[in-house]
């Protein structure tokens, strides 16, 4: 099966077949080419890049010792490869190669590397690989050149050197080390000139006989290295200019780029392998920790050194840090370290170790400073932002800034390893740069500026998720909202498709700007953005959330003295209670809701109100009261002319009915309300008659009728977007289908419906599972 490293090679196969994926499958759900997936599992990649092994294990859902020992297969070759590098290469290990002459400098300049270096298995194989090359027709007539990139304290430079020692075996000729100070706390980047002097003078070159210019000094040096084998260690490059002269063209040589740059230009032009370091692995991070601390120690307060490794971020130079801070105070417990790096506004301060170049917040200001003053400021701003990432239009309005100019501020700083875009047009900070981003905030941007800053963002999300909302439902009660300030410039979704799409990926900022909106007092935001929302997680079964965040709502609205935001809130709030099987709240907020609607004499609202009441009645089981409610509503719709309301209202009556066993009134009901959906065009909740329709013909014996009408309802549930009725409606169909006989696709129907349910932890999940259980009881063993 595998042709050359066969461990990983069966485990990925083994893994895949274990998750029922083929390798079609596998390859879209890594975004890897099915042709790859196919080399991997035939053993043809002797050394896998680290975010091709990432994203396998992400499609595989590998997590703990799985994902660690899948990992582990994967770049376990570290010592074969270096071997096989050896064996291949043109000058073994150890012996000088014919070109560097008799007599010549073997310049051994590797800085000491850190004694306890822990993990970076994949990213030490992968440059392991590249020891070897292929050469030949079609193969590299030039040296390997390998830029490491990634964010400040994220360890390139200890990865470079440990791995260059490592390695340094295989280049007889000697190891050239410069710090090329692109980042650091005073002076200016090192010139390529300055550089390229200092390798001259350690290849044995006189200082009378290195030239003036660097040009010459570029073609010296090439000409020194041309036959020889070496190592290159470019360490803290600034950008692709600064390197470019000093990259040999010996095809036996290697260079290792470290930057906090990502330098892709020099993949354009010169074929560089770009290898980007993230932070540690959890598990990694804790290994840090406890190397350096003591296992003794360790062990002893394991919980605390978890603990200490995530308010760490798992960067390495943060972990290394607090290790020292710990070691340094062997009198203080680890919870007690651990405490002090939960306070986020001094965590920078204990993570200082007085000395700036190993000092969290100092070496972050190296890469602060090279901004602009665009740049810095969007990175400043985003720190204002609460969400765990941002996109370009919320950086824009973030900023009050154009798109186009918002895109390049956030590729700059993505590019200087100050943002990460973990997805598309998506970019995060780490947790320590946010706090150095806020400290600096702080520092140089006014409270009027942070305030307005803080105010766009807020209109940002809020007028865009009113127009998502409103498309999502046509027929939901609306509300006024100020107008955006100057600067915010809100997204304007065309269609449904597009809203769904937004909502989902704004989810989870949109929880965090709300409660950003309640921390600042813009209570306005705060009862709004949930009833913006509300209609999203609805749909997505999301019912828990919509319980918490409305009751933000509802407080919000009381503080601000806003009757008509309290009543909208509170019918919001009884709708998520039944959702979540809590009656009795349900009946208090929305009696509540009709009393206030009463009392603004807002007709609408009381419909609204008196819909909820009804559909509290039915989950009750008291059918008659439910009628009585929803009757209230429609003579209401009926007086003010609403034919939405009646049509959502008739409806609700026409289920009221049907669970009073009057069947053929029922359908009566829904046939009025389709007609009035169709002069309506459409309305969001056509589904639900459908579905309706389905139930009376169900109970009526029109098995085959019952069966159309869930499949119409099934469609339109889909094509809104909406889990919950989709999985209500899927129950149906597999009580029309086993009612007909049908019971593989009975079965098939309920599983589905169930697999929802689970997914949005619904209520109605164990009924559901009886019913299943009951219907189709495992045969028992004998």
């Given at each position: 099966m595998a042709e050359d490293g066969g461990m990983f090679a069966i485990r990925l196969a083994g893994c895949r077949q274990l998750t029922g994926l083929s390798q079609k499958e596998l390859a879209a759900r890594s975004g890897l080419s099915v042709r790859t997936v196919g080399g991997l599992e035939r053993g043809r990649v002797?050394?896998?890049?680290?975010?091709?092994?990432?994203?396998?294990?992400?499609?595989?859902?590998?997590?703990?010792?799985?994902?660690?020992?899948?990992?582990?297969d994967a770049h376990r070759r570290l010592a074969d490869a270096a071997g096989e590098a050896e064996a291949a290469a043109p000058f073994p290990a150890g012996q000088s190669s014919p070109g560097a002459g008799p007599g010549a400098p073997v310049p051994r300049q590797l800085r000491l590397g850190v004694r306890d270096f822990t993990g970076r298995a994949a990213e030490l194989s992968f440059l392991t690989g590249l020891l070897n090359p292929p050469r030949g027709p079609g193969g590299r007539g030039t040296g390997v050149v390998a830029a490491i990139g990634g964010m400040a304290g994220v360890g390139k430079t200890a990865l470079a050197i440990h791995w260059a020692h490592l390695a340094a075996r295989h280049f007889p000729d000697g190891q050239l080390y410069v710090n090329l100070r692109g980042f650091a706390s005073s002076g200016?980047?090192?010139?390529?000139?300055?550089?390229?002097?200092?390798?001259?003078?350690?290849?044995?070159?006189?200082?009378?006989?290195?030239?003036?210019?660097?040009?010459?000094?570029?073609?010296?040096?090439?000409?020194?290295?041309?036959?020889?084998?070496?190592?290159?260690?470019?360490?803290?490059?600034?950008?692709?200019?600064?390197?470019?002269?000093?990259?040999?063209?010996?095809?036996?040589?290697?260079?290792?780029?470290?930057?906090?740059?990502?330098?892709?230009?020099?993949?354009?032009?010169?074929?560089?392998?770009?290898?980007?370091?993230?932070?540690?692995?959890?598990?990694?991070?804790?290994?840090?920790?406890?190397?350096?601390?003591?296992?003794?120690?360790?062990?002893?307060?394991?919980a605390a050194i978890h603990e200490i490794a995530r308010l760490c971020a798992h960067l390495p130079l943060a972990l290394a840090v607090a290790a020292a801070r710990a070691a340094a105070r062997p009198g203080i417990s680890l919870p007690a370290l651990a405490d002090e790096l939960r306070d986020t506004a001094h965590r920078l301060d204990v993570l200082d170790a007085r000395d700036p170049a190993v000092s969290v917040a100092a070496v972050f200001s190296w890469s602060y400073r090279q901004l602009g003053d665009d740049a810095a400021r969007m990175f400043r701003l985003l720190s204002l932002h609460p969400g765990p990432d941002i996109s370009m239009h919320a950086a824009a309005s973030l900023a009050a800034v154009d798109e186009p100019q918002a895109s390049r501020l956030l590729l700059d700083l993505a590019r200087d390893c100050l943002l990460t875009e973990h997805a598309a047009g998506r970019y995060a900070f780490h947790d320590l740069l946010r706090a150095y981003a806020a400290r600096q905030a702080q520092d140089r941007d006014s409270p009027a500026d942070r305030d307005a800053a803080i105010g766009r963002i807020l209109d940002y999300y809020l007028h865009t998720a009113a127009r998502g909302a409103l498309l999502l439902e046509q027929s939901r009660e609306r509300i006024a909202l100020a107008p955006a300030r100057a600067g915010a410039a809100p997204e304007q979704p065309s269609d449904r498709g597009q809203a769904l799409a937004w909502f989902e990926a704004e989810h989870q900022v949109l929880l965090a700007v709300t409660g950003l909106a309640t921390n600042v007092g813009a209570d306005s935001h705060a009862w709004q953005l949930p009833w913006a929302m509300t209609g999203y997680l609805h749909r997505r079964g999301y019912v828990h959330e919509r319980v918490a965040l409305l009751g933000i709502a509802v407080a919000a609205a009381a503080r601000l003295d806003d009757a008509l935001g309290q009543a909208v809130s509170l019918r919001a709030l009884g709708s998520a209670c039944i959702d979540a099987a809590d009656h009795d709240q349900a009946r208090a907020h929305l009696e509540r809701c009709l009393s206030q609607y009463q009392r603004l004499d807002d007709r609408t609202g009381e419909a609204w109100a008196q819909l909820g009441l009804s559909r509290l009645a039915e989950a009750q089981g008291r059918y008659a009261d439910a009628l009585g409610h929803g009757e209230q509503a429609l003579r209401i719709y009926q007086a003010i002319g609403h034919p939405a309301g009646q049509a959502r209202v008739l409806n609700s009556l026409a289920w009221g009915h049907a669970l009073l066993g009057d069947y053929h009134r029922g359908r009566r009901l829904c046939q009025q309300s389709l007609a009035l959906i169709a002069t309506l065009g459409g309305c969001d909740f056509e589904c639900q008659v459908w579905d309706t329709l389905g139930y009376i013909e169900l109970h009526l014996g029109d098995f085959a009728q019952a069966a159309a009408h869930f499949e119409c309802a099934l469609s339109l549930s889909r094509e809104n977007g909406d889990r919950n009725s989709e999985a209500e409606i899927l129950t149906h169909v597999g009580d029309a289908r086993h009612a007909a006989g049908e019971l593989p696709q009975a079965r098939q129907a309920w599983q589905q419906a169930l697999g929802i349910y689970d997914e949005i932890q619904h209520p109605g999940a164990d009924k559901l599972r009886a019913k299943l259980i009951a219907s189709f009881p495992r045969p028992a063993c004998r």
């Open positions: 002797r050394s896998p890049h680290p975010d091709t092994v990432r994203r396998l294990a992400d499609a595989l859902e590998l997590h703990g010792q799985a994902r660690d020992e899948f990992t582990a200016a980047p090192a010139t390529p000139a300055e550089a390229l002097h200092g390798f001259l003078d350690a290849l044995g070159v006189p200082p009378e006989r290195i030239p003036a210019g660097q040009d010459t000094q570029a073609a010296l040096y090439r000409s020194l290295l041309a036959e020889r084998r070496m190592l290159i260690v470019l360490d803290n490059a600034h950008d692709e200019g600064q390197v470019r002269p000093l990259l040999p063209a010996s095809p036996a040589s290697m260079v290792i780029i470290t930057s906090r740059n990502q330098l892709a230009g020099l993949a354009v032009t010169d074929g560089t392998e770009l290898l980007r370091l993230d932070i540690l692995p959890h598990n990694e991070a804790v290994r840090l920790l406890t190397v350096r601390i003591g296992a003794s120690r360790a062990t002893a307060e394991p």
